[in-house]
């Protein structure tokens, strides 16, 4: 069985741009979350999606935004790119997504390793 | 202050060790504990998951939680160079989701 997926693997925008990360979940996995990684750090919860609803929001500013489609792939879209948004950009499926007192597995995908020049 | 601490290393130490990780936290409402394994250029994979406080073993894997310390601590027994990774604790609440994350600890098992 095929785990996540996530694309492009490797990314290289200058300050400014606009970009687009893909991600496919597990089969059978409804909810999706985006964390950033800077070098060095661990992940920051940026958003959380299930049954195409934002679940949960990071500390984020506005530039970041995501969305689920009916079949639970998802994606980040980050605007107007700062040098500080290089990062590995990861992405996670879970069955279901906060589930009171139930803390569910998250299967991480590689991550899109973003350059902003 | 950091909600979650974690020294980032790097840890060596002789293959066959006993291998200790740590982490402190200040949020005295984190209900579930889990430790994560990354490789160079990987995702995040899942370790060891323990809710609340106490022991959990799973073959050279234990992990412990201390809520009263807030401390918690991952114990790695005849460690192997296939185990040199980043290790990062991760946390949340009982009803938020969101993973709240050390800054992992580069460990790097010698042969």
């Known amino acids: 069985d095929a785990g996540v997926t996530q694309s492009p693997t490797h990314l290289i925008k200058t300050r400014g741009q606009h970009v687009t990360l893909r991600c496919s979940p597990i089969?059978?996995?409804?909810?999706v979350s985006w964390y950033q990684q800077v070098l060095g750090q661990g992940p920051q919860f940026i958003f959380q999606?299930?049954?195409?609803?934002?679940?949960g929001r990071g500390n984020f500013p506005d530039r970041f935004s995501a969305r689920q489609f009916p079949n639970y792939s998802s994606e980040l879209n980050v605007n107007a790119l700062l040098l500080g948004d290089s990062a590995l950009y990861l992405c996670?499926?879970?069955?279901?997504?906060?589930?009171?007192?139930?803390?569910?597995?998250?299967?991480f995908g590689p991550g899109t390793r973003l350059l902003v020049l | 202050q950091k909600e979650v601490e974690q020294d980032p290393g790097p840890l060596s130490v002789p293959e066959g060790a006993i291998v200790s990780l740590n982490c402190t936290y200040s949020?005295?409402?984190?209900?579930?504990f889990m430790w994560y394994r990354q490789y160079s250029r990987k995702g995040p994979e899942l370790l060891m998951y323990?809710?609340s406080s106490g022991n959990k073993e799973d073959g050279r894997f234990t992990a412990q939680v201390d809520k009263s310390s807030k401390y918690i601590s991952l114990f790695i027994r005849d460690s192997q160079p296939s185990d040199s990774a980043t290790y990062l604790c991760?946390?949340?609440?009982?009803?938020?989701?969101?993973?709240?994350w050390g800054a992992g600890t580069k460990l790097i098992i010698k042969p």
């Open positions: 991760a946390m949340s609440l009982d009803s938020n989701y969101q993973l709240i």
């Open positions: 999606y299930y049954e195409k609803e934002e679940r």
């Open positions: 996670a499926s879970s069955l279901a997504g906060r589930q009171p007192g139930y803390q569910e597995t998250q299967y």
């Open positions: 089969s059978g996995h409804k909810s």
């Open positions: 323990t809710y």
């Open positions: 949020n005295s409402a984190f209900q579930y």
